[in-house]
Structures are given as structure tokens and as C-alpha cells.
């Protein structure tokens, strides 16, 4: 069993492939879209738009979703595991500002990590500048596979 809050990315070949990425607050996922997915080089700030929020259930969610159904296509955990949120306020709280700073401890993911909105559901997610930040790497090119399964999203 994974501590709590959770964050969870899931890599999602809907009609046009993105990566997820969902915070636990209280008893929701709140969520994202990116389409371009996380990166490890704080130099690189990658568009993130705000979804709907996700129920918590949904963190365990990898396979196909059917035709005809909303966000129709493979689902895959990319990547999962606890989260901090490093200020001092609720998520919530940070959410309304426009502010988010998180510390993951996921497989792939570790470190701090930055959501900074820009416009309406429009928000910039990058790798903040720490000890597990690499600019010599693309993690999603690197390390396609799940972390539950360790399927590629072509194998699901
Ligand atoms: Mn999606």
C-alpha cells in the first residue's frame, strides 16, 4: 500500500496522446492533461491543462477505455506514488492562486515539480531545480512502460 496523498500520472492514447497527471486532495484526483508529458530538465515548461477532477478509484485505472466512450483509447499508470505539497496552505488554497509546488516520490518521477497557471485552465508544468533534476535525458522517450504491468501502452 502506497502512503498518502498519491499523485498518479497515466499515459492516455486518446485521439490525440497525453499524460494525466492527478493529485489527491481530499478524496479527489484533481487533474490535468499534458500533452507533451513530464520532463526532468527544469528548463523545460510544458503546457498542462486543468480536466475534471478524477475519483479517487480512478488512480488504479490502466486498460482500454471502449469506443464511443468519453477519452476512448489505452490507459496506462506511468507512473504513481506519494506526493508533498510544499506550501504551507491546502491544495485547494493553491489551486485558486495559481500555484502549486508538489515533492514526488514516484518510480520515474522524484523531486520537486511546479504547476504555475497562466490562463483559465491553462497551466505550465516543469521540473523545479533540485538534486534529481537532468537535463541529459527525456523520461517519457526513456521509460515508456508501466509502472503496475510494465506494458508499453501498444502492448495493452
Ligand atoms: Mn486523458
Same mark, same amino acid.
Given at each position: 500500500?502506497?502512503?498518502?496523498?498519491?499523485?498518479?500520472?497515466?499515459?492516455?492514447?486518446?485521439?490525440?496522446?497525453?499524460?494525466?497527471?492527478?493529485?489527491?486532495?481530499?478524496?479527489?484526483?484533481?487533474?490535468?492533461?499534458?500533452?507533451?508529458?513530464?520532463?526532468?530538465?527544469?528548463? #523545460?515548461?510544458?503546457?498542462?491543462?486543468?480536466?475534471?477532477?478524477?475519483?479517487?478509484?480512478?488512480?488504479?485505472?490502466?486498460?482500454?477505455?471502449?469506443?464511443?466512450?468519453?477519452?476512448?483509447?489505452?490507459?496506462?499508470?506511468?507512473?504513481?506514488?506519494?506526493?508533498?505539497?510544499?506550501?504551507?496552505?491546502? #491544495?485547494?488554497?493553491?489551486?485558486?492562486?495559481?500555484?502549486?509546488?508538489?515533492?514526488?516520490?514516484?518510480?520515474?518521477?522524484?523531486?520537486?515539480?511546479?504547476?504555475?497557471?497562466?490562463?483559465?485552465?491553462?497551466?505550465?508544468?516543469?521540473?523545479?531545480?533540485?538534486?534529481?533534476?537532468?537535463?541529459?535525458?527525456?523520461?517519457?522517450?526513456?521509460?515508456?512502460?508501466?509502472?503496475?504491468?510494465?506494458?508499453?501502452?501498444?502492448?495493452?
Amino acid at each position: 500500500m502506497i502512503e498518502k496523498p498519491i499523485f498518479v500520472i497515466q499515459k492516455h492514447n486518446a485521439r490525440s496522446l497525453h499524460y494525466d497527471f492527478r493529485l489527491e486532495s481530499n478524496e479527489v484526483l484533481i487533474s490535468w492533461a499534458i500533452p507533451k508529458g513530464p520532463s526532468t530538465n527544469p528548463a #523545460i515548461k510544458h503546457l498542462a491543462i486543468q480536466t475534471e477532477d478524477h475519483s479517487l478509484e480512478y488512480a488504479t485505472f490502466e486498460g482500454i477505455i471502449p469506443e464511443g466512450e468519453y477519452g476512448a483509447g489505452a490507459v496506462l499508470i506511468w507512473d504513481r506514488g506519494p506526493y508533498k505539497n510544499l506550501k504551507n496552505q491546502p #491544495i485547494e488554497t493553491c489551486l485558486k492562486d495559481g500555484i502549486i509546488t508538489v515533492w514526488l516520490e514516484g518510480k520515474k518521477l522524484k523531486g520537486g515539480y511546479a504547476l504555475i497557471k497562466t490562463d483559465k485552465r491553462n497551466w505550465l508544468f516543469f521540473k523545479m531545480k533540485d538534486q534529481f533534476a537532468n537535463s541529459d535525458r527525456d523520461i517519457v522517450i526513456d521509460e515508456p512502460r508501466s509502472v503496475i504491468s510494465g506494458k508499453t501502452i501498444e502492448e495493452l
